[in-house]
């Protein structure tokens, strides 16, 4: 069974500070997502990650994907409070239709 | 391009009840997805269509159902609501359903 782990769940920091959050999933897959979501809101893609040392940079985002060590980390470089969000990874399960997700990290960026 | 949408975003129903829920795909896309979100449970995958063929579902009672219509927008319904029904339906598109999808805003149902 496929499974996608996300550390950590919950992560509250100060703005200007760097952080990393990781995505670790359990069979092999080469297709993993990064997606935010807003307190009441719905997701948001961020980052299309397609291939073994496949890195996509947004701003002050940037994710990775190392399909051998089955690891994603979406790092943030001198953050600030409009980061403040959850966000989750997803890996493609190609043979059937059905992305798995993480349960997500909660990010608290405080002024 | 236009994209995903839901309706309604808003829905109180009473325990027994049924409800229908509709998503309108991105003009294009032939694969809808559906999810849960809950606090407690994160977010759950429901069930996928592509081209009116149900090809994957997950592991929910059968009063949840779908269904996909030809122009690729698809209903879902709950059939006798249970409290533990309230949470968040989102709706997500994409081409082929493999690869990135695309989310709606979502339809926040309670159950009363």
């Known amino acids: 069974e496929l499974k996608v782990e996300q550390n950590p769940l919950f992560l509250s920091m100060q703005e200007g500070k760097n952080y990393t959050i990781y995505c670790n999933y359990s069979?092999?897959?080469?297709?993993l997502y990064w997606y935010r979501q807003d307190p009441g809101k719905s997701l948001e893609s961020l980052f299309v990650?397609?291939?073994n040392g496949a890195v996509k940079q947004e701003g002050r985002l940037m994710a990775s994907l190392d399909t051998k060590a089955r690891l994603s980390t979406l790092h943030i470089t001198a953050a600030v409070h409009d980061l403040s969000a959850t966000y989750f990874c997803?890996?493609?399960?190609?043979?059937?239709?059905?992305?798995?997700w993480g349960a997500g990290t909660k990010l608290i960026i405080k002024p | 391009k236009a994209g995903v949408t839901q309706t309604p975003r808003y829905l109180i129903k009473t325990r027994g009840q049924q409800v229908t829920l509709s998503c309108s795909p991105i003009?294009?896309?032939?694969?809808v997805s559906w999810y849960q979100q809950t606090p407690g449970q994160g977010l759950q995958f429901l069930f996928e269509?592509?081209?009116?063929?149900?090809?994957n579902k997950g592991n929910f009672p059968g009063r949840f159902s779908g269904r996909q219509f030809s122009n690729s927008r698809s209903e879902m319904n709950v059939s006798t609501l249970e409290l533990g029904d309230s949470a968040l339906y989102l709706c997500?598109?994409?081409?082929?359903?493999?690869?990135?999808?695309?989310f709606g805003p979502g339809t926040r149902l309670t159950v009363t």
């Open positions: 997500a598109s994409s081409e082929q359903g493999l690869g990135e999808q695309y």
């Open positions: 003009s294009g896309h032939r694969s």
């Open positions: 269509y592509f081209s009116e063929t149900q090809r």
């Open positions: 069979t092999t897959s080469d297709r």
């Open positions: 990650l397609l291939s």
């Open positions: 997803a890996v493609d399960m190609n043979s059937n239709y059905q992305l798995i």
